[in-house]
């Protein structure tokens, strides 16, 4: 299978089985998607050294945890559940399901363990490097192991005996083979183009070792996430540490929300943009893409366009049908131990020469705000940056006259992206959290009826 940049999961679907974490997208993209159906449960507890994403795609689910502040949830469609690294986790399937799973491009060790069903105590546990052996092959290492050894089947406490595990329902051998093949290709056909690669390096040892950021495990329905979005690109969980995903919504409905207008955006790491359902001409449900670090974003202006009418109804350079909708999940991982930067820039409607380019870090908040508890009040401080720029260009006529055509560009619809909403919010929320700390000290410091008797 020759990997790509663009693919219907949906129709990827049939030729996937059970937890097959077949990787979809080039060699290179961070976060990977790796996809599975499955109509069984998973036989063993998963375990990734780094934080991964679970979105459920079609059918019903359980995802049990060990160890963790969570014990289950239950998984229907659009759901996403953040799963820290050195979690174990299980999935039960409940009915016919199809799960993606994004990944770091390096997941670094991995391994499976089972438990005892009536102590909850660890019986066994494999464990290997993803540099040097992929998660399918150490899959089958494993369960193989399992079956033909009894004393990893066995409960020290209980003496009970775990059931071998039937390996006919998986096809773990075909698919190891099928990445080895698509690696191959991928990495000679890159080699090929110039293109530098980052390699994984074999560890030298199997320990696992500590995420750079902690998260805890956590659920949230797409749908019922969106619906009280209060911008584009909202981040779907509270981890926007170093290494961790950061899936974010977007939904579009610009015959109710007026135009989107149209930027450039720029990201040292990559965005994995999956649709979560659209009536559109350009959008499919189900289909992944990842666009390249500099891209345009929104309705893209026509070359061809005189400038002088800005309506909502006129033809533009990529209209889509009037009454398009869209939700959209667009996922990155957050830089590790190396710098992330991003920008935003505007160009002129009529021509196309650049307006105004604001470069920043991805992790600097554009204002000065007091009292901050943590770093996690801030939200994702991207959203803020726009709204900053947004405010800039569209506050000052000289900003939007093109240098070279000396067209006036009309203001930007900062209305329909949100990002000023989300910024306000930001300082809202550290301010009154504030006042309440105040008052909730005020109140602590009286003295008790008790110590005053």
Same mark, same amino acid.
């Given at each position: 299978m020759r990997r790509k940049n663009r693919v219907d999961l949906y129709a990827e679907a049939p030729a996937r089985g059970n937890f097959?974490?077949?990787?979809?997208?080039?060699?290179?993209?961070?976060? /990977?998607?790796?996809?599975?159906?499955?109509?069984?449960?998973?036989?063993?507890? &998963?375990?990734?050294?780094?934080?991964?994403?679970?979105? /459920?795609?079609? *059918?019903?689910?359980?995802?049990?945890?060990?160890?963790? @502040?969570?014990?289950?949830?239950? &998984?229907? %469609?659009g759901d996403f559940v953040y799963v820290p690294g050195g979690t174990a986790h299980r999935i039960l399937t409940t009915s016919p399901s199809l799960q993606v799973r994004y990944k770091p491009e390096h997941a670094g060790l991995e391994g499976v363990a089972w438990y005892s069903p009536k102590t909850g105590a660890e019986i066994s546990r494999v464990v290997w490097d993803c540099a040097v052996e992929l998660p399918q092959e150490g899959?089958?290492?494993?369960? @193989? +192991?399992?079956?033909?050894?009894? +004393?990893?089947?066995?409960?020290?406490?209980?003496? !009970?005996? %775990?059931?071998?595990?039937?390996?006919?329902?998986?096809?773990?051998?075909?698919? +190891?083979?099928?990445?080895?093949? !698509?690696?191959?290709?991928?990495?000679?056909?890159?080699?090929k183009r110039g293109a530098s690669l980052r390699r994984a390096v074999p560890r030298g040892d199997l320990t696992?070792?500590?995420?750079?950021?902690?998260?805890?495990?956590?659920?949230?329905?797409?749908?019922?996430?969106?619906?009280?979005?209060?911008?584009? &690109?909202?981040?779907?969980f509270p981890y926007l *540490?170093?290494?961790?995903?950061?899936?974010?919504?977007?939904?579009?409905?610009?015959?109710?929300?007026?135009?989107?207008?149209?930027?450039?955006?720029?990201?040292?790491?990559?965005?994995?943009? %999956?649709?979560?359902? !659209?009536?559109?001409n350009f959008r499919t449900s189900g289909a992944v893409f990842v666009g390249p670090m500099q891209h345009g974003v929104g309705q893209k202006p026509d070359p061809n366009f005189s400038g002088e009418k800005h309506g909502v109804g006129e033809k533009?350079?990529?209209?889509?049908?009037?009454?398009?909708?869209?939700?959209?999940?667009?996922?990155?991982? /957050? +830089?590790?131990?190396?710098?992330?930067?991003?920008?935003?820039?505007?160009?002129?409607?009529?021509?196309e020469t650049e307006l105004i380019r604001h470069p920043y870090d991805a992790f600097a908040y554009p204002d000065t705000i007091d009292h901050v508890p943590n770093e996690a009040f801030l939200g994702l401080p991207t959203i803020a940056q726009d709204a900053?720029?947004?405010?800039?260009?569209?506050?000052?006529?000289? %900003?939007?006259?093109?240098?070279?055509? *000396?067209? &006036?560009?009309?203001?930007?619809?900062t209305s329909y992206w949100g990002w000023a909403d989300y910024r306000r919010r930001t300082h809202v929320v550290v301010g009154a959290r504030k006042i309440m700390e105040d008052a909730a000290l005020k109140a602590m410091q009286a003295p008790s009826p008790v110590a005053a008797e």
């Amino acid at each position: 299978m020759r990997r790509k940049n663009r693919v219907d999961l949906y129709a990827e679907a049939p030729a996937r089985g059970n937890f097959d974490e077949c990787p979809m997208l080039e060699i290179g993209i961070e976060p /990977q998607l790796h996809l599975s159906r499955s109509d069984v449960d998973q036989p063993f507890f &998963l375990i990734c050294e780094q934080d991964c994403v679970i979105a /459920q795609m079609h *059918g019903t689910a359980r995802i049990e945890f060990r160890n963790a @502040s969570v014990n289950y949830f239950d &998984l229907v %469609l659009g759901d996403f559940v953040y799963v820290p690294g050195g979690t174990a986790h299980r999935i039960l399937t409940t009915s016919p399901s199809l799960q993606v799973r994004y990944k770091p491009e390096h997941a670094g060790l991995e391994g499976v363990a089972w438990y005892s069903p009536k102590t909850g105590a660890e019986i066994s546990r494999v464990v290997w490097d993803c540099a040097v052996e992929l998660p399918q092959e150490g899959y089958l290492r494993a369960c @193989s +192991a399992f079956n033909d050894n009894v +004393a990893m089947r066995t409960c020290p406490d209980t003496g !009970a005996v %775990l059931p071998q595990i039937d390996l006919s329902r998986f096809n773990w051998a075909r698919v +190891a083979a099928e990445i080895r093949e !698509a690696e191959a290709f991928e990495t000679a056909r890159l080699e090929k183009r110039g293109a530098s690669l980052r390699r994984a390096v074999p560890r030298g040892d199997l320990t696992f070792r500590p995420p750079p950021t902690q998260t805890e495990p956590a659920r949230t329905n797409i749908y019922e996430f969106v619906r009280v979005a209060t911008t584009q &690109l909202n981040p779907m969980f509270p981890y926007l *540490g170093p290494g961790c995903m950061v899936p974010c919504s977007a939904m579009h409905d610009p015959e109710w929300r007026s135009a989107m207008g149209y930027f450039i955006h720029e990201n040292t790491v990559n965005e994995v943009n %999956l649709c979560f359902g !659209a009536r559109s001409n350009f959008r499919t449900s189900g289909a992944v893409f990842v666009g390249p670090m500099q891209h345009g974003v929104g309705q893209k202006p026509d070359p061809n366009f005189s400038g002088e009418k800005h309506g909502v109804g006129e033809k533009r350079g990529n209209e889509d049908r009037p009454d398009m909708i869209a939700i959209h999940v667009i996922t990155q991982r /957050q +830089a590790v131990d190396e710098p992330q930067r991003e920008a935003v820039s505007f160009v002129c409607e009529k021509c196309e020469t650049e307006l105004i380019r604001h470069p920043y870090d991805a992790f600097a908040y554009p204002d000065t705000i007091d009292h901050v508890p943590n770093e996690a009040f801030l939200g994702l401080p991207t959203i803020a940056q726009d709204a900053w720029i947004c405010e800039r260009i569209n506050g000052d006529d000289a %900003l939007r006259i093109c240098s070279k055509c *000396g067209h &006036l560009n009309p203001k930007f619809p900062t209305s329909y992206w949100g990002w000023a909403d989300y910024r306000r919010r930001t300082h809202v929320v550290v301010g009154a959290r504030k006042i309440m700390e105040d008052a909730a000290l005020k109140a602590m410091q009286a003295p008790s009826p008790v110590a005053a008797e």
